[in-house]
């Protein structure tokens, strides 16, 4: 009790003291506040990390909270600018090296990387009777390099800097009288390592001002009619009054017939009956072209050619981007013997293409599967390009998909979202094949800018160079319907009407001399209804293309049966498979193209 007694009682002496010491500490704080450093919490200190990319005669700054800093950086030769890890930043090119970056609204101190890459390949653009805008500079070319770290083409160049009077910049040449390769601007080309490319500017003169009449609102200028109907082709000016034609209004051409129809930049709208009771072959315009529909004009127009106004925005974010990739080693390897394989996802997701060369090392394998819920006739005609004799093309389309099975060849907003990389990619396409194009292009054009601005050489990590799709998924599930069973067959789908569709595009691969090989997608038994299963609808299914494509001599190399899986070999769909699924997959396709092999006797 003793003991216990002379405890309590230090206990309350340290008590005491922690109080004693803590109210002065407080009253010593309150009381000289004005003793202590003083400390200014507006200034920040903003730091650049050192890199061999560049050299600054400062690394370290200091500003005000909520100031900008731009500073101004010159790349070393060799070195090009890709990114830097700092939101709220504002980048001007103003030469080959140089950029001014401009940081908004510095609010903590902090020290920001610059990501660049190296290159020895190089674009030089010849402005070809053109100029630099603001008297810039009074050379007569300038130099870009070309970052091919993710990308085997290289975007071109936008030529916002430069112009030319009553001209109008439609695109790169590889000569100077354009008698060579046309690219739109923005669009792809291939540079080969440690080499420059020389490419043109190439002008369309503008038809003059006094062809038309229009009317001036405040700043704008909106086209009401055109008085020659005599004229084959049009070059909307840019300019008139030195305000920017930014509208062609209703009615404004009545009765022409346009071999080449030209609009720039600043036309931001055609309204519906601009071109009535008027036919045009060819029309460029830009994606800044933002109210547009099918009823703009009177008829679809065979041939399209978009310049890239804007910034892409879904190249790091939508993994349908990478059909451009998958194109860009396409058209690479155009001369080589290839194996081709396309449908939508079900392929990206359900082919290991390294297994696929082990067995067949004579032909550069190449995976094109990328999505099947939008339009595949169009996904065809780009192919159908870069195939030659002795191409292999295998075709798997998903049982589920209208647009794989040729049964819907409309226009959907995903159609022009794989060709954002690569608008040039459309020159390939006879658009009056395609239903409502000008009406689905409106709708891309809008919901992509409410996204961020993205570059060129923004990428998307998940795929090799193949076109595997090689997201980490080695889980094996559960024996269950990925999608509630609302993915499965449709017989209604598979017609006469849809069959003649696809042996059409069928012949057209054929009279490449590449052979057409037919196969099924991997579909989720599990997600098939027992009512089907008892109905024998994948038999059905296979019935149906097995009997007709093989009397019209095309190769039906597959069984359904051996590409039904249970549940437990998808990922997150009941057409995505998983890495067990992939591998079960892969073997049946190898089996059954050495099978086809074999009955050949290659």
């Known amino acids: ?14 008590m005491k003291r922690n109080k004693i010491a803590l109210f002065s500490f407080i009253a010593l704080s309150l009381a000289g506040c004005s003793s202590l450093p003083s400390i200014n919490t507006r200034i920040v200190t903003f730091s650049v990390e050192k890199s061999p990319a560049f050299i600054l005669t400062d690394y370290q700054f200091t500003v005000n909270r909520g ?31 140089e950029y001014t970056f401009t940081f908004k609204n510095i609010q903590y101190p902090q020290r920001v990387h610059f990501s660049y890459f190296m290159t020895s390949s190089s674009i030089n653009y010849n402005l070809n009777g053109g100029a630099f805008k603001n008297s810039e500079s009074t050379d007569t070319s300038y130099l870009e390099n070309c970052n091919k770290t993710h990308h085997l083409r290289t975007n071109t160049d936008n030529g916002e800097r430069i112009s030319r009077d009553g001209y109008l910049l439609t695109g790169w040449n590889t000569k100077a009288d354009y008698s060579g390769e046309h690219y739109s601007l923005g ?28 009317s001036l609102n405040n700043n704008y200028v909106t086209i009401t009619s055109c008085l020659d109907t005599s004229l084959t082709e049009v070059v909307i000016p840019q300019y008139i009054q030195d305000k920017p034609v930014t509208t ?37 315009f830009s994606d800044s072209l933002m109210e547009v529909s099918d009823d703009s004009f009177s008829s679809k127009i065979p041939s399209w050619s978009i310049n890239a106004h804007y910034a892409p925005r879904l190249t790091s974010t939508n993994e349908i981007m990478y059909f451009s990739d998958n194109i860009d080693n396409l058209i690479i390897n155009k001369d080589k013997k290839k194996m081709v394989f396309f449908a939508g996802c079900s392929m990206s997701y359900g082919l290991d293409s390294t297994s696929v060369v082990s067995a067949f090392p004579d032909y550069e394998v ?74 689905t292009y409106h709708e891309y054009n809008l919901t992509r800018m409410d996204l961020e601005p993205s570059t ?47 042996t059409s595009e069928y012949q057209r691969i054929r009279e490449k001399g590449t052979e057409v090989l037919f196969s ?71 089996s059954d193209i050495n099978g086809y092999f074999n009955q050949k006797g290659n």
């Open 1 to 14: 009790m003793i003991i216990s007694g002379a405890i309590m009682e230090v206990r309350s002496n340290l």
């Open 67 to 97: 100031q900008d800093l731009s500073l101004n950086v010159v790349f070393n030769t060799f070195y090009s600018y890709e990114s830097v890890d700092y939101d709220d930043i504002e980048v001007t090119k103003k030469g080959r090296y």
């Open 187 to 214: 669009s792809k080309t291939f540079v080969e390592d440690d080499a420059q490319k020389e490419l043109y500017a190439q002008w369309v003169k503008e038809t003059p001002a006094e062809k038309f009449t229009y």
């Open 248 to 284: 062609i209004a209703s009615n404004a051409f009545d009765g022409f017939e346009l071999s080449r129809l030209y609009l720039s930049d600043r036309i931001t709208s055609i309204q519906s009956q601009a071109f009535v009771n008027s036919q045009i072959e060819s029309i460029t």
């Open 366 to 439: 190449m995976n094109l599967g990328i999505i099947g819920g939008t339009n595949a006739l169009f996904q065809m005609r780009i192919i159908e390009n870069f195939l030659k004799q002795d191409d292999i093309f295998i075709h798997a389309p998903e049982q589920g998909s209208g647009y794989q099975l040729f049964n819907d060849l409309s226009s959907e907003i995903r159609m022009f979202q794989v060709l954002e990389n690569d608008y040039d990619l459309i020159k390939y396409l006879d658009m009056t094949e395609i239903d409502g194009s000008f009406n």
């Open 456 to 502: 060129y050489d923004s990428y998307i990590s998940w795929y090799n160079s193949y076109g595997d799709n090689i997201k980490q998924r080695y889980t094996l599930g559960d024996d269950i319907s990925h999608n509630g069973g609302l993915y499965t067959f449709d017989l209604s789908m598979s017609n006469a009407e849809s069959l003649t569709n696809l």
């Open 520 to 590: 099924f997608a991997p579909m989720n038994i599990d997600g098939i209804s027992t009512e089907y299963i008892n109905d024998k609808v994948p038999e059905q299914f296979e019935e149906y293309y097995t009997s007709n494509l093989t009397k019209l001599g095309y190769d039906v190399i597959s069984q359904q049966k051996d590409y039904l899986y249970h549940g437990r070999y998808f990922y997150d769909a009941d057409y995505h498979l998983n890495y067990y699924g992939v591998e079960i997959r892969t073997e049946n396709l190898i």
